[in-house]
Nanobody, 126 residues
Framework: VQLQASGGGLVQAGGSLRLSCAAS????????IGWFRQAPGKEREGVSC????????YYADSVKGRFTVSRDNAKNTVYLQMNSLKPEDTAVYYC????????????????????WGKGTQVTVSS
Protein backbone atom coordinates (compact mmCIF):
# COMPACT_ATOMS: atom_id res chain seq x y z
CA VAL A 1 0.00 0.00 0.00
CA GLN A 2 1.55 3.25 -1.11
CA LEU A 3 0.58 6.83 -1.80
CA GLN A 4 2.88 9.17 -3.61
CA ALA A 5 2.45 12.89 -4.06
CA SER A 6 4.24 14.46 -7.01
CA GLY A 7 4.23 17.57 -9.14
CA GLY A 8 5.84 20.01 -6.78
CA GLY A 9 8.50 22.46 -7.82
CA LEU A 10 9.63 26.04 -7.85
CA VAL A 11 7.24 28.62 -9.26
CA GLN A 12 6.93 32.38 -9.17
CA ALA A 13 4.14 34.06 -7.28
CA GLY A 14 1.00 34.06 -9.38
CA GLY A 15 1.96 30.85 -11.11
CA SER A 16 0.34 27.43 -11.09
CA LEU A 17 1.21 23.86 -10.26
CA ARG A 18 -0.76 20.64 -10.36
CA LEU A 19 -0.02 18.06 -7.74
CA SER A 20 -0.88 14.41 -8.20
CA CYS A 21 -1.49 11.75 -5.60
CA ALA A 22 -1.13 8.27 -7.00
CA ALA A 23 -1.98 5.07 -5.20
CA SER A 24 -0.56 1.61 -5.56
CA UNK A 25 -1.54 -1.53 -3.77
CA UNK A 26 -5.09 -0.46 -3.06
CA UNK A 27 -8.12 1.01 -4.78
CA UNK A 28 -8.08 4.73 -4.28
CA UNK A 29 -11.68 5.07 -5.36
CA UNK A 30 -13.17 3.96 -2.04
CA UNK A 31 -11.17 6.45 -0.05
CA UNK A 32 -11.52 10.14 0.55
CA ILE A 33 -8.25 11.91 -0.14
CA GLY A 34 -6.98 14.82 1.87
CA TRP A 35 -4.21 17.23 1.00
CA PHE A 36 -2.09 18.67 3.78
CA ARG A 37 0.93 20.90 3.90
CA GLN A 38 3.65 21.73 6.35
CA ALA A 39 5.90 24.73 6.11
CA PRO A 40 9.18 24.95 8.03
CA GLY A 41 8.56 25.80 11.65
CA LYS A 42 4.80 25.52 11.27
CA GLU A 43 2.24 22.92 12.13
CA ARG A 44 0.73 20.71 9.48
CA GLU A 45 -2.49 22.12 8.09
CA GLY A 46 -5.29 20.71 6.03
CA VAL A 47 -5.57 22.17 2.55
CA SER A 48 -8.35 20.24 0.85
CA CYS A 49 -10.26 17.00 0.82
CA UNK A 50 -12.33 15.18 -1.76
CA UNK A 51 -14.81 12.42 -1.05
CA UNK A 52 -14.43 8.98 -2.58
CA UNK A 53 -16.91 9.68 -5.35
CA UNK A 54 -15.77 13.25 -5.84
CA UNK A 55 -19.13 14.70 -4.94
CA UNK A 56 -17.93 16.57 -1.87
CA UNK A 57 -14.92 18.82 -1.62
CA TYR A 58 -13.51 20.90 1.20
CA TYR A 59 -10.97 23.69 1.20
CA ALA A 60 -9.06 25.66 3.77
CA ASP A 61 -10.06 29.32 3.74
CA SER A 62 -6.54 30.27 2.72
CA VAL A 63 -6.81 28.40 -0.59
CA LYS A 64 -10.47 28.78 -1.51
CA GLY A 65 -10.90 30.12 -4.99
CA ARG A 66 -7.30 29.32 -5.91
CA PHE A 67 -6.98 25.55 -5.43
CA THR A 68 -9.17 22.85 -6.96
CA VAL A 69 -9.15 19.21 -5.95
CA SER A 70 -10.33 16.52 -8.37
CA ARG A 71 -9.94 12.82 -8.91
CA ASP A 72 -9.80 10.24 -11.65
CA ASN A 73 -10.60 6.94 -10.01
CA ALA A 74 -9.95 5.06 -13.23
CA LYS A 75 -6.35 6.26 -12.98
CA ASN A 76 -6.21 5.79 -9.20
CA THR A 77 -5.10 9.40 -8.94
CA VAL A 78 -6.20 12.57 -7.19
CA TYR A 79 -5.12 16.02 -8.30
CA LEU A 80 -4.68 19.38 -6.62
CA GLN A 81 -4.65 22.23 -9.10
CA MET A 82 -3.02 25.25 -7.48
CA ASN A 83 -3.41 28.62 -9.16
CA SER A 84 -2.45 32.14 -8.14
CA LEU A 85 0.22 30.75 -5.89
CA LYS A 86 1.59 32.91 -3.11
CA PRO A 87 4.88 32.71 -1.22
CA GLU A 88 2.90 31.63 1.85
CA ASP A 89 1.87 28.49 -0.05
CA THR A 90 5.46 27.28 0.18
CA ALA A 91 5.47 23.96 2.02
CA VAL A 92 5.81 20.24 1.67
CA TYR A 93 2.48 18.92 0.44
CA TYR A 94 1.19 15.50 1.43
CA CYS A 95 -1.79 13.45 0.41
CA UNK A 96 -3.54 11.04 2.72
CA UNK A 97 -6.32 8.51 2.29
CA UNK A 98 -9.22 8.07 4.66
CA UNK A 99 -12.06 5.57 4.66
CA UNK A 100 -14.87 6.21 4.08
CA UNK A 101 -15.15 10.00 3.99
CA UNK A 102 -13.51 13.37 4.69
CA UNK A 103 -14.84 13.38 8.24
CA UNK A 104 -11.41 13.11 9.87
CA UNK A 105 -10.17 15.95 7.68
CA UNK A 106 -13.18 18.11 8.49
CA UNK A 107 -12.82 17.44 12.23
CA UNK A 108 -9.13 18.24 12.15
CA UNK A 109 -8.15 14.68 13.00
CA UNK A 110 -5.38 14.28 10.44
CA UNK A 111 -3.69 11.70 12.63
CA UNK A 112 -6.66 9.41 12.00
CA UNK A 113 -6.12 9.30 8.24
CA UNK A 114 -5.51 5.72 7.13
CA UNK A 115 -2.58 6.12 4.76
CA TRP A 116 -0.05 8.88 4.16
CA GLY A 117 2.12 9.47 1.16
CA LYS A 118 5.53 10.97 0.94
CA GLY A 119 5.39 14.68 0.34
CA THR A 120 6.34 16.90 -2.53
CA GLN A 121 7.99 20.29 -2.08
CA VAL A 122 6.27 23.39 -3.39
CA THR A 123 8.27 26.60 -3.35
CA VAL A 124 6.75 29.89 -4.44
CA SER A 125 9.15 32.76 -4.97
CA SER A 126 8.11 36.37 -4.61
Amino acid sequence: VQLQASGGGLVQAGGSLRLSCAASGFTLGVYAIGWFRQAPGKEREGVSCISSGGGSTYYADSVKGRFTVSRDNAKNTVYLQMNSLKPEDTAVYYCAADFPSCSDYVRGNAQMMDYWGKGTQVTVSS
